[in-house]
């Protein structure tokens, strides 16, 4: 890789190498499983056409912090019981849950 492409590189995506194998890493996925590359493909190797991609600036990469991570898992949380209540007062409105009690023989015992 020439000298000039590793700066360019870097100018294009902030965070230090890491940040920058994992984003190319990410590209050359999408592009293994089907995604259409944005430049003219002169080897047909999806990292070399990733790092072409990010070079040219037909994409770019933004990386979440632990927080934002932290309050999407909450949020999808939130939503999955919501939803769960939801299905649990529907079957109690139906009679649903009335009909067959959970006995000891339902149970699965746990080792020690």
Request: charged share 30%; no cysteine.
């Amino acid at each position: 890789m020439a000298v000039d492409n590793m700066t360019e590189l870097r100018k294009r995506i902030p965070g230090g190498k890491y940040a920058l194998a994992r984003a190319i890493s990410e590209r050359a996925k999408q592009l293994q499983n089907g995604a259409l590359p944005l430049v003219e493909v002169k080897i047909p190797n999806p990292i070399t056409v990733a790092i072409d991609e990010v070079v040219q600036g037909k994409v770019t990469f933004g990386f979440k912090d632990a927080d934002q991570i932290a309050k999407e898992a909450s949020d999808e949380l939130l939503d999955a019981d919501a939803k769960l209540i939801a299905v649990a007062d529907e079957a109690a409105e139906a009679g649903i849950a009335d009909e067959a009690p959970v006995t000891e023989e339902d149970a699965t015992p746990v080792a020690k």
